[in-house]
């Protein structure tokens, strides 16, 4: 299993529960494969630039490992979701 780290910034306009079951869809999802290490929720923030009309967002950060599939599985449902407005995965291993 490697390292993994995904970045989501999530509509800051949302409910606090619409916000909260964003960030259980995507540790379901990394569960399903793998292990969650660290849920850092950074809260809203100003965006560095409007996306989508918006100037903040609600940022989550969370560590986990996983197999080589899930993260393509978690790109994909982060893609779909109309809540998120960018997101990133970063694999996190040492060389």
């Keep these: 299993m490697k390292k993994y780290e ?6 800051s306009a949302l409910e606090d529960e619409k916000k909260d079951a964003v960030v259980e869809m995507a540790k379901e999802t990394i569960s399903t494969d793998g292990e969650v ?12 630039y409007t996306i989508q ?6 940022y989550v ?7 080589k ?10 893609r ?4 998120v407005l960018r997101y990133l995965i970063v694999n996190k291993e040492e060389k």
Excluded at 61 to 67: Q, R
């Design 6 to 11: 995904v970045l989501f910034i999530i509509d």
């Design 37 to 48: 290490e660290k849920v850092d929720v950074w809260g809203n923030k100003k965006l560095a």
């Design 53 to 58: 009309k918006k100037n903040e967002g609600y």
């Design 61 to 67: 950060l969370i560590t986990f490992k996983a197999g």
């Design 69 to 78: 599939d899930l993260p393509k599985e978690l790109d994909r449902k982060l």
């Design 80 to 83: 779909i979701s109309d809540e």
